[in-house]
């Protein structure tokens, strides 16, 4: 193929549609003309690319085709704005349609916490099962604070494990009887913990330790508790929808849910690695930790709420989880 020949006969072609594609406003005749002529030069860059692959022809139309593209099919908003509208909308979306669930898990969470922790301090057979009385003595009086050594590779380490507890909530929440486990495991621990260092009258300690990092910590674990229950309950009642669809649903919303979590577990580590065994007020550590878990809920209630209101659940974009099959009923 003559090359140049080909150039001289097809560039008035060309020349219009990089014309049309600068102009601001088309009328309707313009616009279809946008879009045969399109469709023309991308034959023509098929062409030139299989019978005489010239760099810059071949250049020239992918840029004149790109732009066309993007003039008749609209652009595609920037990474950034989706970033953002991930976090404001969606995740929040997520974590509010979770709420009524995440207050479920934190009652009984607690309640446990607190039966263990008196049964500890009060039952002499339940104290026994905590060790002998110097291993108590010492977890109580050195192990207790030593363990929180603000340093950053602690702060990886909380936040590893964090992750892993509720990561094992979040993937296992199908079944139903792992996250009841984990969250019930987790609550007699503290609430143990709690009931040995109240019964050595380091009860005080015990919360001033825990309070800066533990509040936004326990209710991250408590929200993935929450959300693996929910996607358990997608399981066994999934509404008007069918099983399978209600279950990826809440799957697929349950992911976005660990993104949030993930965050928030980030921000308890630097708290619980930094603060919590440094040297500051303990009024000001617990009053840092209580802006985190403010936080953390504002983000959950606030822009989660207008989110909800406006049709975000947390899962995917119909365009991006595929089409579903209508049900009725």
């Not at 979306?93 to 009652?107: D, F, M, P």
């Not at 979590?261 to 000001?284: D, P, R, Y």
Request: aromatic share 12%; with cysteine; proline share 4%.
């Amino acid at each position: 193929m003559d090359l140049d020949a080909f150039t001289i006969v097809h560039a008035p072609a060309w020349d219009r549609l990089g014309a049309l594609v600068r102009r601001r406003r088309l009328n309707g005749v313009e616009a279809d003309e946008m879009v045969r002529l399109y469709q023309e030069v991308a034959t023509h860059l098929s062409t030139v690319r299989s019978a005489a692959p010239d760099p810059f022809v071949i250049t020239r139309l992918s840029d004149l085709l790109s732009r066309t593209r993007t003039r008749i099919a609209g652009e595609h908003d920037p990474a950034w704005s989706q970033v953002w509208r991930y976090f404001s909308q969606t995740v929040p979306a997520a974590l509010y349609r979770l709420r009524w669930w995440t207050l479920g898990v934190t009652v009984a969470f607690s309640l446990v916490a607190l039966v263990i922790g008196i049964h500890v301090a009060t039952d002499p057979a339940a104290l026994a099962a905590m060790g002998t009385p110097a291993q108590r003595a010492y977890y109580v009086h050195e192990a207790f604070v030593a363990y929180y050594d603000p340093q950053a590779s602690f702060a990886a380490m909380v936040w590893t494990n964090n992750a892993w507890i509720s990561a094992q909530m979040v993937g296992l929440g199908v079944t139903g009887v792992w996250p009841v486990y984990v969250l019930f495991i987790n609550a007699v621990n503290i609430g143990a913990a709690g009931g040995l260092m109240g019964y050595y009258g380091e009860l005080d300690t015990f919360f001033t330790l825990i309070s800066p990092h533990g509040q936004l910590e326990l209710m991250a674990v408590f929200v993935a508790g929450a959300a693996g229950l929910k996607t358990f309950w997608a399981l066994i009642d999934p509404g008007p929808r069918k099983r399978t669809v209600a279950l990826a649903s809440e799957g697929r919303a349950l992911i976005t849910c660990a993104v949030g979590l993930a965050v928030a577990l980030a921000v308890s580590g630097l708290i619980e690695g930094f603060i919590t065994g440094s040297n500051m007020a303990w009024w000001l550590k617990i009053v840092i930790g209580t802006v985190a878990l403010a936080a953390f809920w504002a983000w959950t209630l606030i822009p989660g709420r207008r989110a909800v209101a406006a049709g975000f659940t947390g899962d995917l974009t119909a365009d991006l989880a595929g089409a579903v099959a209508a049900t009725a009923g």
